[in-house]
């Protein structure tokens, strides 16, 4: 069984840094592509970035500038470098990955991370 466990959210004044982490665990042989999304209060689920196995890049404009997203394929570990926070940007952050193949062969369209609450606040 694979599964996602995100770690580094909190509370931030506007202006400031976080750094999330999300970590895949099981014996896992690839991931295809790795990504961020959000949910902030009463609106869907965005995405915010993904990145490929070989380091290609998405992110959406609202975040561009701001937000980096990289990725340790050895670690199976994806992390979003979250700078010059802004209120709008208050939401659960949720990790994913697509394309997942572990050792038994098994495939996994899309697993989600159980997220991970970002609060920017002054």
């Known amino acids: 069984q694979v599964q996602l466990v995100e770690s580094g959210g909190g509370s931030v004044q506007p202006g400031g840094s976080l750094r999330l982490s999300c970590a895949a665990s099981?014996?896992?042989?690839?991931?295809?592509?790795m990504g961020w999304y959000r949910q902030a209060p009463e609106k869907e689920r965005e995405l915010v970035a993904s990145?490929?196995?070989?380091?290609?890049?998405n992110i959406v404009d609202s975040v561009k500038g701001r937000f980096t997203i990289s990725r340790d394929n050895a670690k199976n570990t994806v992390y979003l470098q979250m700078n010059s926070l802004k209120p709008e940007d208050t939401a659960v952050y949720y990790c994913s990955a697509d394309r997942v193949i572990d050792f038994t062969q098994t495939r996994y369209l899309k697993i989600w991370g159980q997220g991970t609450l970002v609060t920017v606040s002054s």
């Open positions: 099981g014996r896992i042989l690839s991931i295809d592509v």
């Open positions: 990145i490929t196995r070989f380091g290609r890049t």
